[in-house]
């Protein structure tokens, strides 16, 4: 199993381009999450998903956007990036069969200037 | 909303000494993740503990809910085990694995 993984690895925006950033995992878990990480700080959640074609907000969902359309595909879409969406973003997968402890992909670093 | 916060928010340790992480939460948890972030930045899930005591090798985690804590025990430190350890909890209304992450302790050991 390749777990979670993400693309791209790096990625520099200018303000105002659009990105989707990709994750996938394949350990047919129900429940997938986006975070951002700022520096020196701890993660916060900005969407997640409890199953295919249902997504709810987290802690920090302005400027963002997810879909999902299959259990394996989690895409998080910045429109209008800002110079405040610089972090690193990850993905991560759970299951309530094995008690929703979250594995995490490699995670996402973007800068926009 | 909960709060979650862990002390000491740095540590610096020899290599073969032992240290005691802790996490503090606000309000009742159904779910409690302690985790370690590499140097590299790679998120490692180290224990699903929202009550009780485990252990895995030289680390131990014992969380008491009633009294809102949790305490993650590094035992003979290893360079190795440098990183930041993050605390992540989720309220107990909440059954959705929505986690709550505490602001880490950055852990140096030297060799």
């Known amino acids: 199993n390749a777990g979670v993984t993400q693309t791209p690895k790096f990625r520099i925006l200018k303000i105002g381009q659009s990105m989707t950033l990709q994750c996938t995992q394949d350990?047919?878990?129900?429940?997938m999450y986006w975070y951002r990480q700022d520096p020196g700080m701890g993660l916060k959640l900005i969407y997640y998903s409890v199953g295919a074609g249902i997504t709810d907000k987290g802690e920090v969902p302005n400027g963002y956007n997810v879909s999902r359309s299959t259990t394996e595909d989690f895409p998080l879409r910045l429109e209008l990036a800002a110079p405040s969406q610089t972090s690193v973003y990850f993905c991560?997968?759970?299951?309530?069969?094995?008690?929703?402890?979250?594995?995490f992909g490699p995670g996402t670093r973007l800068t926009v200037t | 909303g909960i709060q979650v916060e862990q002390s000491p928010p740095d540590l610096i340790l020899q290599e073969g000494a032992n240290s005691t992480l802790r996490c503090n939460f606000s309000?009742?948890?159904?779910?409690l993740q302690w985790f370690h972030q590499n140097p590299w930045g790679q998120l490692i899930n180290l224990f699903y503990i929202p009550s009780g005591t485990k252990q895995n090798g030289r680390l131990s985690a014992t969380t008491v809910a009633t009294e809102r804590y949790s305490l993650l025990y590094i035992s003979s430190s290893q360079t190795t085990d440098s990183g930041v350890y993050f605390c992540?909890?989720?309220?107990?209304?909440?059954?959705?694995?929505?986690?709550?992450f505490g602001q880490g302790t950055t852990l140096q050991v030297k060799p």
């Open positions: 350990m047919n878990h129900n429940y």
């Open positions: 309000d009742s948890v159904n779910n």
């Open positions: 991560a997968s759970s299951s309530p069969q094995v008690a929703y402890e979250q594995y």
């Open positions: 992540a909890v989720e309220r107990w209304s909440s059954n959705t694995g929505k986690l709550i």
